[in-house]
């Protein structure tokens, strides 16, 4: 193929005026891929790749779908591929597999199980559109209400899909957790689980990883609607080499937190690195910005979330920094330094978030206060409330007196809002912060009792590539990028605002799959 | 310094004995001249002085003297090959100065071999070749893994197999616990008193490979400190000497 001199796509500045006309008098021939021409191309002035690139000149070798990034989009998207017969590889830069997603807490939230432990506990009634409603809400109605759909649709599914083909177990509770009006939020103990069972599933069909292989690049000739991806260029220790795709390229690599310029560009009261961050080091954007690159839109970059009850100190989200937020509906109790109640516990994330960081720095860390027998409702193991313990992260006390001093809160004050809360759920009202009580929370009046630090850390970007139903990627005029799909945190418009917690996971597994299907399809 | 000591410990006959009129003419940096190829005239006079205690006398002044008996493992078969190692070691930076061609036949691209022997090691091209001379030389000397296995006389094939290693070669775990296994008794070993949980040889991340903190060719790190940053924990082959 050949491109006359005038009408090649030429780098274009970083915030550039590159037109609809300059973008689509890119090189005309489609489909006579890897043999001249120029690739389409926005880059930074000066990096490598903002240079007049050449398309490859040969591929290395050809995949029917590559997937990037092995957490749980990846995996569903790889595994769903496989079974839909292409052969499916996983591209993944870090040394290891998982992602966030390997790190993450384990919350699940689908209205029912195959075990249907929502109905065997009582818990109240639950369904998809509920769910949905929900998502919309918490997310003040910006997500996509198409995308929220399909979430909320699939997420049982993809639940039962883990348990029964992938081997999860997950634990015999449901909980409730803030920003859901319903008990939904199933729990694994740690995201692995889900993870390990993906990645069973794929491999088992036929799907392979490749460990330590960046990728670098995205290969398209030209914006014309009609003009699909044709491969990546990646990086594997000091090998440069090009794949070409053959039916799709999924990207399924995640969300941008650890990206400082990227959140900072976007949401510049999070920039710097003096945040915290839950996130694993590999959280960053150039996919997206790859993606852009070649035409992608994007949307809602600037809703960062904070995870409200990371370690003060390290901003890693543990075990026990998991237990303020599954336990809303077993009747915690978050508090102050003053040990005072300042928030509904079953409000949002980003307003837990915000109502701590509007306490000034000085009010770091704030508390939750629990009692031993909501442990395991709350979907933790005894073991896992003794390691805390042993590490530190956790105070005991056979009395709210006690827990109070050994966390270092003003006793009278503590035991005080913990006797008013006791009555607030006897009374089944909340006159302080309206938070709607429920039989499931438990008072606290028969020890032990436990304490846990918290405070924000940067946890979950909402925004990134937009995507439609299908999980293709639309380009920035508003058509569908032949061959490019994208699944999991790197997609925007799903959560809208504040993405709830417990949604991130079927959002990954749900897409992941809806990808991966089409994809398969060519 | 650091690396003298060991190799002073592990290979004291070849830093001494084949390297000793480079050693005494100056700090063991240089050879006055390249000797012509397969030939050691130009440094040993005669072998005499530079064999190991016990070995049986050498005739004639090039390599055949030595590969007649220590033939190339060309199929990688010998479980350690202390000879190979201190050879090796002795003649390259930073204790010699020799090209590997001083020894070697190489046919970019075709052939790898032994001068004056049949037989190939494998086809390295030119950029190969450039790549196993910086591997080479990190290994002869670097603090890294590499070279804590070269004082422990351990050479390239040990680790990574028949054939010269190519561009993207890496160890598979079970390479590694060959000698180091396994896995188990590794992380018994490394199990902390406190907190048994925080140990790096039982990882939530699951089965991850021993190359993701033991870097072969480069600094080892501690993955785990990339977010618990306040573990304290410690790795060999971590500084550059
Ligand atoms: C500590 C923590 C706990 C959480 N707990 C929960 C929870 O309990 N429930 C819930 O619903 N959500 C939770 N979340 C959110 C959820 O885990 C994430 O949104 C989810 O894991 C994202 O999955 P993913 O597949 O989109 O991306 P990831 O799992 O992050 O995987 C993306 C992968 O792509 C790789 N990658 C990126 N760029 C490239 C490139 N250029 N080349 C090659 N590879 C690349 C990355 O290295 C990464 O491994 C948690 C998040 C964190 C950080």
């Not at chain 1, 796509?9 to 090189?27: D, E, I, P, Q, T």
């Not at chain 1, 629990?370 to 005894?382: H, P, S």
């Not at chain 1, 925007?492 to 089409?518: E, K, M, W, Y």
């Not at chain 2, 190692?85 to 052939?111: N, Q």
């Amino acid at each position: 193929m050949k491109g006359n001199d005038q009408d090649e796509v030429k780098a274009g500045n970083a915030g550039g005026n590159v037109g609809r006309r300059s973008f689509l008098k890119g090189a005309l021939a489609v489909g006579a891929v890897a043999t001249g021409g120029f690739a389409l191309n926005m880059a930074v002035p000066g990096l490598a790749e903002a240079a007049k690139r050449p398309l490859p000149k040969k591929w290395d070798e050809t995949i029917d779908v590559v997937v990037i990034g092995s957490g749980f989009a990846g995996w569903s998207a790889a595994a769903q591929a496989a079974i839909g017969g292409a052969k499916a590889v996983v591209i993944e830069k870090m040394p290891t597999y998982g992602g966030n997603s390997i790190i993450n807490g384990g919350v699940y939230a689908s209205y029912d199980d195959k075990f249907h432990y929502r109905q065997k506990m009582g818990l109240g009634d639950d369904s998809p559109e509920l769910h949905m409603q929900d998502t919309l809400k918490g997310g003040d109605f910006f997500s996509i209400p198409a995308l929220a759909k399909v979430l909320a649709e699939g997420a049982t599914d993809g639940l039962n899909w883990m348990i029964d083909d992938g081997g999860a177990v997950i634990r015999p509770t449901v909980v409730r957790a803030g920003g859901h009006s319903a008990y939904r939020t199933h729990a694994a103990g740690i995201g692995k689980v889900y993870v390990d069972a993906l990645k069973r599933i794929a491999e088992k069909n036929g799907a392979q990883i490749r460990l330590n292989t960046a990728v670098t690049w995205i290969w398209r000739a030209d914006a014309d609607p009609k003009s699909p991806v044709l491969g990546v260029e990646v990086k594997s220790g000091r090998k440069i080499s090009n794949i070409k795709v053959g039916k799709g390229l999924i990207l399924a690599s995640g969300g941008f937190s650890r990206d400082v310029k990227m959140r900072g560009d976007h949401y510049p009261f999070l920039s710097g690195e003096n945040w915290n961050c839950t996130n694993h080091p590999g959280a960053t954007g150039e996919m997206i910005r790859f993606a852009q690159s070649v035409g992608a839109d994007t949307l809602q970059m600037n809703y960062i979330q904070l995870y409200p009850y990371a370690d003060p100190e390290t901003g890693i989200l543990d075990t026990p920094a998991l237990i303020p937020f599954n336990g809303p509906g077993n009747g915690i109790v978050y508090v102050t330094k003053q040990g005072k109640r300042f928030i509904s516990e079953l409000a949002r994330r980003d307003h837990v978030s915000f109502a701590q960081i509007g306490l000034g720095p000085q009010g770091k860390p704030t508390y939750t206060i629990f009692g031993d027998d909501m442990v395991e409702k709350m979907g933790f193991t005894k073991g896992e409330i003794e390691a805390g313990l042993k590490k530190g992260r956790l105070v005991v006390g056979n009395t709210i007196a006690e827990v109070a001093q050994k966390a270092g809160l003003p006793q009278d004050a503590l035991v005080e809002t913990i006797d008013k809360h006791n009555k607030y759920l006897a009374e089944g009202k909340d006159p302080e912060f309206n938070k709607p009580i429920t039989k499931a929370m438990l008072p606290m009046t028969k020890g032990p009792f436990y304490a846990v630090a918290q405070w924000p850390a940067i946890h979950h970007t909402m925004g990134g590539l937009r995507i439609n139903e299908h999980a293709q990627v639309i380009d920035i005029f508003g058509e569908v990028i032949p061959k490019l799909y994208a699944a999991g945190e790197v997609t925007g418009g799903v959560h809208g605002t504040n993405r709830l917690g417990s949604n991130a996971i079927p959002d990954c597994v749900v897409f992941g799959r809806v990808a991966g299907r089409n994809a398969a399809k060519g | 310094m650091f690396v003298m000591k060991r190799v002073v410990v592990i290979a004291i006959a070849a830093a001494v004995l084949f390297c000793l009129p480079l050693l005494t003419a100056g700090g063991g940096t240089a050879l006055a001249a390249p000797s012509p190829k397969g030939s050691c005239k130009g440094c040993h006079a005669d072998f005499a002085s530079v064999l190991p205690k016990g070995h049986p006398a050498v005739k004639g002044t090039g390599l055949a003297a030595c590969s007649s008996c220590h033939a190339p493992d060309l199929a990688a078969k010998k479980p350690e090959n202390a000879y190979s190692v201190r050879m090796h070691r002795a003649h390259i930076p930073p204790k010699g100065k020799l090209e590997c061609t001083a020894c070697h036949s190489w046919v970019p691209g075709k052939s790898f071999g032994l001068i004056g022997r049949k037989g190939s090691f494998g086809k390295p091209d030119k950029e190969q070749m450039e790549l196993l001379k910086e591997i080479f030389a990190s290994w002869a000397s670097s603090g890294y893994t590499d070279s804590l296995h070269a004082e422990a006389g351990i050479a390239c094939s040990q680790c990574h197999g028949k054939g010269l290693p190519t561009f993207d070669d890496t160890v598979e775990n079970a390479g590694c616990l060959k000698c180091h296994g396994p896995m188990e008794e590794l992380a018994k070993k490394t199990e902390p008193k406190e907190f048994k949980d925080r140990n790096p040889h039982k990882s939530h991340l699951g089965d991850i490979a021993c190359t993701v903190c033991h870097k072969g060719h480069m600094e080892s790190k501690v993955y785990c400190l990339d977010c618990h940053k306040q573990f304290g924990m410690k790795i060999q082959g971590a500084a550059k000497k």
